[in-house]
């Protein structure tokens, strides 16, 4: 027997009897199966092309971004990025943010990101950790470049460990403020598990 649209994790309970031609008809058997629990991972990607922004910013179009654009504030300390966002279940959530600095190539000079994340008005943590010196000049970020999704730098809150943040299931806003100038913004991760780490771009946190 098979049944089908059923939902995952849940318990569903069965009375089966059987019918001959003649119309006989068995006494009722029951049963009940359970379906196995779904997957326990609830992760949300945001991209700044469809964020709601205040104040300036540019955008430009690079291979290996995760929406259809990069923005870059102008005015960092006017500016912000907006989402809605709907948080499947209460759970601990860890926030880890796509970035890349602009520049000539190489090492430079150091641009301070701490960048705060909010959630309904209230800041739940900072993302970034202090500085970022690799610098990335646009031509290695074209469509054909081949480097162009591995340059990518992931923040993450706190320094040797996630930060977690515990978030209701429901709507809310998520909000980032303190933007860095001259650093390219493309995506936003929220996910519950704790091991996650991004398949595309490198790990930068000091």
Do not use: C
């Not at 993302?127 to 923040?155: C, M, N, S």
């Not at 929220?190 to 091991?195: C, D, R």
């Amino acid at each position: 027997m098979y049944d089908w649209g059923l939902k995952a994790g849940t318990t569903y309970h069965y009375a089966v009897t059987a019918v001959d031609r003649r119309g006989n008809e068995s006494a009722i058997a029951t049963a009940q199966a359970a379906t196995p629990p779904g997957d326990p991972t609830a992760t949300i990607e945001l991209t700044f092309d469809e964020a709601e922004r205040e104040g300036a910013f540019e955008q430009s179009e690079a291979g290996g971004t995760h929406g259809e654009y990069y923005v870059v504030p102008e005015a960092p300390e006017r500016n912000a990025a907006e989402w809605e966002i709907e948080v499947p279940r209460d759970d601990e959530y860890y926030l880890w943010l796509r970035y890349l600095h602009r520049g000539s190539g190489g090492r430079g000079s150091e641009a301070r990101q701490n960048v705060r994340a909010l959630i309904d008005g209230e800041q739940v943590t900072t993302l970034g950790g202090g500085l970022t010196d690799l610098h990335v000049p646009d031509a290695l970020i074209a469509e054909d470049h081949p480097l162009a999704d591995r340059v990518w730098t992931w923040a993450w809150p706190g320094n040797e460990d996630l930060t977690r943040v515990t978030l209701p299931a429901g709507t809310h806003t998520l909000r980032l403020e303190d933007l860095a100038p001259e650093v390219r913004y493309d995506a936003l991760v929220i996910t519950s598990e704790p091991t996650w780490r991004p398949a595309a771009g490198r790990l930068g946190q000091r």
